[in-house]
Nanobody, 118 residues
Framework: QVQLVESGGGLVQPGGSLRLSCAAS????????MGWYRQAPGKERELVAAISRGGSINYADSVKGRFTISTISRDNTKTTVYLIMNSLKPEDTAVYYCNAEIGIYTYWGQGTQVTVSS
């Protein structure tokens, strides 16, 4: 199993920046893809950014050029995935979820609220 713990959400003004962190522990050596999803009120959960074990990165069109995903592995049992968000817009307001995929299994974090408002 994999445990995911997110942090870094909050309230920010339009044009501001935030960094989200997701600490993954457990069977991290089996993780194929890690990513960030978001869900705004009344909308479906959507992919924001994802990074594969091989380093391939995928971004939603709405965040390209503004968001950056990266990972740092400290040892064989822990890794952290970051989402650096710049030039934030009100439409980026949502609960952001960390995600890890191992084969057919998907793991989710508890979510962290990001609110972009003046």
């Amino acid at each position: 199993q994999v445990q995911l713990v997110e942090s870094g959400g909050g309230l920010v003004q339009p044009g501001g920046s935030l960094r989200l962190s997701c600490a993954a522990s457990g069977r991290i050596f089996s993780i194929n893809v890690m990513g960030w999803y978001r869900q705004a009120p009344g909308k479906e959960r959507e992919l924001v950014a994802a990074i594969s074990r091989g380093g391939s990165i995928n971004y939603a069109d709405s965040v390209k050029g503004r968001f950056t995903i990266s990972t740092i592995s400290r040892d064989n049992t822990k890794t952290t995935v970051y989402l650096i968000m710049n030039s934030l817009k009100p439409e980026d307001t949502a609960v952001y979820y960390c995600n890890a995929e191992i084969g057919i299994y998907t793991y989710w974090g508890q979510g962290t609220q990001v609110t972009v408002s003046s």
